[in-house]
């Protein structure tokens, strides 16, 4: 970061001692680039940095373009230490790939891998050039060709996301009915497990009339069939007042929901890594999440919530019931989950542990 008195440019970085170039190449904002973002915000206390890319950073001046990198990197740092280029992404890995092997740029590559797939001919082919790969979570490294060099969860903005006073009373000031609200909150589609929630819902929420339920998200042309099928089901089932599709809602409003809802539903197939439900926790909701993304790493099966297997209908809706059957200790779970998040789990951590790492290796 540059010094008060240096008015030098982002071109002009001959004299700067730039430890740390962090891929951004996506211009379609995502939770990679949310992530990104809010990691480099922190990590730029710690280490001297440039993001490769403008796409949604705030400050130009913390930016850099691929061919001042290449100019750059033609040499170490000042102290012979190679920079550290880190990417989330595949064609970050390309770019990563194209510095040091075409371009000879002084640089070690870094890829953070979130993916659970089996990975392609051509990704094997660029993480076999990374230096070094840090995994989003246990599951994911189960998908390396290798064993990762490190594990680092994504950290939470504890002070984003807060437990409500009064959850009822924030519940109740929502406006969308009962005296306790349970969501599910993403892209209202399948593969979110969106009909799970719903399912469940429609067979359970009879037996708790004070529980409402939402579900939060934009709903996309290619998915409005799904939905109206759901939609469909919850008017047979006269829930239609109590199970709520609110669409989708502003990114500011996010925050407040989780604070409000007293049971967060994340029911995906798959994950990278799934922010949600450390954010639901974080905000002092109980959480019912399936074994993607970090889920399993993050969520302690009867102290913060449960962890049900994909596509588990009847796993879903026994769970919410137990959940659901007793808001007493529901409300400890919400606490207990806070203070998890709060102990382990936030984004601070989350950069001090990639600096460390990163100089690590150089």
């Known amino acids: 970061m540059s010094h008060p008195n240096n008015k030098m440019s982002p071109c002009n970085l001959d004299n700067q001692e730039i430890e740390l170039i962090v891929g951004n190449s996506s211009a379609n904002f995502s939770g990679v680039t949310s992530t990104m973002l809010q990691v480099t915000s922190i990590q730029?206390?710690?280490i001297n940095l440039r993001i490769m890319g403008r796409h949604f950073v705030p400050d130009p001046s913390m930016t850099i373009t691929f061919w001042e990198v290449v100019k750059m990197c033609r040499r170490p740092l000042s102290n012979g230490k190679w920079r550290i280029f880190h990417a989330r992404r595949v064609d970050e890995m390309i770019q990563g790939v194209l510095l040091k092997y075409i371009f000879r740029a002084k640089i070690k590559l870094v890829f953070?891998?979130?993916?659970?797939?089996?990975?392609s001919a051509s990704t094997v082919w660029l993480s076999n050039r990374m230096d070094a790969i840090i995994a989003m979570s246990n599951r994911s490294a189960q998908y390396l060709n290798k064993p990762p060099a490190k594990i680092n969860l994504h950290g939470v903005q504890i002070d984003n996301y807060t437990p409500a006073e009064?959850?009822?009373?924030?519940?109740?000031?929502?406006g969308?009915?009962?005296?306790?609200?349970i969501g599910i909150l993403g892209r209202v589609r399948e593969q979110k497990g969106v009909h799970l929630f719903v399912e469940a819902c429609i067979k359970i929420l009879p037996k708790y009339p004070d529980v409402n339920a939402v579900v939060v998200g934009a709903i996309s042309p290619s998915n409005q069939a799904f939905v109206n099928q759901l939609k469909e089901k919850v008017s047979e089932a006269g829930l239609t007042d109590r199970i709520i599709f609110t669409g989708e809602l502003p990114f500011e409003q996010i925050p407040s929901i989780f604070s409000a809802l007293s049971l967060v539903s994340a029911l995906s197939y798959n994950e990278g890594f799934g922010l949600t439900v450390p954010e639901a926790m974080s905000a002092g909701a109980a959480v019912l999440a399936t074994q993607a993304g970090a889920?399993?790493?993050?969520?302690?099966p009867g102290i913060d919530g449960y962890i049900v297997p994909t596509r588990d209908?009847?796993?879903v809706t026994e769970k919410m019931d137990l959940l659901l059957s007793d808001m007493d200790k529901l409300a400890e779970m919400g606490k207990a989950g806070r203070e998890h998040i709060v102990k382990?789990?936030?984004?601070?951590?989350?950069?001090?542990n990639l600096v460390e790492f990163f100089r690590s290796l150089q």
């Open 295 to 300: 889920w399993e790493d993050i969520v302690r």
């Open 112 to 119: 953070s891998s979130a993916a659970q797939r089996e990975r």
């Open 176 to 181: 969308y009915g009962g005296k306790y609200g």
């Open 44 to 46: 730029k206390r710690m």
């Open 166 to 174: 009064n959850k009822q009373k924030a519940w109740q000031s929502l």
């Open 313 to 315: 209908q009847q796993a």
């Open 344 to 352: 382990n789990f936030k984004v601070e951590d989350e950069a001090r």
